[in-house]
């Protein structure tokens, strides 16, 4: 991880210039702003709050996005070092994994047999964790989990256990994914999801295969991989559209929370028109849905909530913050049974206060985000540009949250 002072974004994007062998002109030219705009960008007097000029930029310099924002990033919290201390052995036992699932001979067992329903249970314990944002309890469980896993794999070469055991890998190899992604690991990240991807393509149901396919979107995403992202996309929902076709919501959900993988490559990608339109579309889909309905067994939690919760990062990427918040009428973000969906919702809510000139309500907002979910916020790369942006304007009326959001993200001594 960071020091602090490897955390200031603008002396990367001043090194990967240099790198490229472009001037600052050249630069601005390049990514649609002035010479002046990247002065300050390198200076530190601005920073970047939008996933599509940080990929844009990184894009004209040919540098890896996760280098240019300095991800992992350095925490001082009890519990957000806890999680970063699990990282290790989660990369050892994925590792693993991906050897069983290859059928890589002379592996043996490295703990004793789990029983099936313990496991199981074990496997909703860190989805529970995890969706509620609560990163550390997840990072802790997942290791032990997974190995109890391969455990089994290696014990049954095909039936009803190996079916039961590659499910659930599955599921645990995907909430590693999603974990490792908010932690700042975005290769291991991937690792994850091709483990989740080897098991269910044993496993050959187009459900979970479409589960795993949004899942390496997810992955692309964090890397600013738009154009791979897009790719999965299309193949995922020309594999899903019999499933679609004969009905039922869990396989209508997945097509629409894939749709809403393209909306959010789009807008990071700067293509305004193509965002909406993706977003119209998972809208729609959402509206076919049953009341209320939010899709956790596979963890998407696709339902109106979550386009509303799309709707308002892509309105910040493509600088409409206000169509962004009002895109899903009447809608409730708050009561989604997902304390991950509502903290992305809250911290992308505070960036569009933010740039509707409402910086108090922002300041509140990201605030009030990371009371329910500290590790979650501290660790996001907008929300610490923000908070970053936030210092240097100055809130003084909000300047006892803005202190506690700088403590815990460790911006300052």
């Known amino acids: 991880m960071q020091d602090r002072q490897e955390q200031h974004i603008g002396r990367r994007v001043r090194v990967a210039r240099i790198a490229a062998g472009l001037s600052q002109g050249e630069l601005s030219g390049l990514v649609g702003r002035s010479a002046h705009w990247i002065e300050d960008i390198e200076a530190g007097r601005l920073g970047l709050d939008r996933y599509s000029m940080i990929c844009a930029l990184a894009d004209v310099c040919d540098v890896d996005v996760v280098w240019l924002l300095g991800q992992p990033y350095c925490l001082n919290s009890t519990g957000a070092a806890a999680a970063h201390s699990f990282v290790p052995a989660l990369r050892a036992v994925l590792r693993r994994s991906g050897l069983i699932l290859s059928g890589h001979p002379g592996l043996v067992p490295s703990c004793p047999p789990a029983d099936m329903e313990r496991m199981r249970e074990k496997a909703t314990a860190v989805n529970r964790a995890r969706q ?34 590659l499910q659930l890998l599955v599921d645990g190899a995907r909430n590693a994914r999603q974990t490792l992604n908010v932690l700042g690991y975005p290769d291991l990240a991937w690792v994850a999801a091709e483990v989740a991807a080897g098991a269910a393509t044993e496993l050959d149901d187009p459900i979970c295969k479409a589960a795993v396919a949004w899942d390496r979107c997810g992955a692309m995403l964090h890397q600013g991989s738009m154009r791979e992202t897009e790719a999965i996309v299309t193949a995922a929902l020309t594999d899903l559209q019999p499933a679609v076709a004969e009905g039922g919501a869990t396989a209508l959900s997945l097509h629409g929370a894939l749709i809403l993988r393209n909306a959010v490559a789009a807008a990071r990608g700067g293509q305004k028109e193509e965002a909406w339109a993706h977003l119209r579309d998972a809208l729609e889909v959402a509206e076919r849905l049953p009341e209320g309905f939010n899709d956790l067994e596979h963890q998407t939690v696709f339902g109106r909530a979550n386009v509303a919760v799309h709707a308002t990062e892509a309105g910040v990427e493509v600088d409409e913050p206000d169509k962004g918040l009002g895109f899903v009428p009447d809608v409730n973000v708050a009561a989604t049974p997902s304390r991950e969906r509502v903290t992305h919702y809250r911290i992308d809510e505070a960036r569009s206060l933010w740039r509707l000139g409402r910086q108090a309500a922002a300041v509140t907002t990201l605030r009030q985000a990371a009371v329910h979910a500290p590790h979650y916020v501290y660790a996001n790369p907008m929300a610490r540009a923000l908070v970053g942006d936030m210092v240097r304007i100055g809130i003084p009326s909000r300047a006892a949250a803005l202190s506690g959001l700088v403590k815990g993200m460790t911006l300052a001594g």
């Open 132 to 165: 509620g944002a609560a990163l550390p309890a997840a990072a802790e469980a997942l290791p032990a989990l997974l190995e109890e896993l391969n455990t089994t794999l290696l014990a049954h070469s095909s039936g009803r256990e190996r079916a039961h055991a």
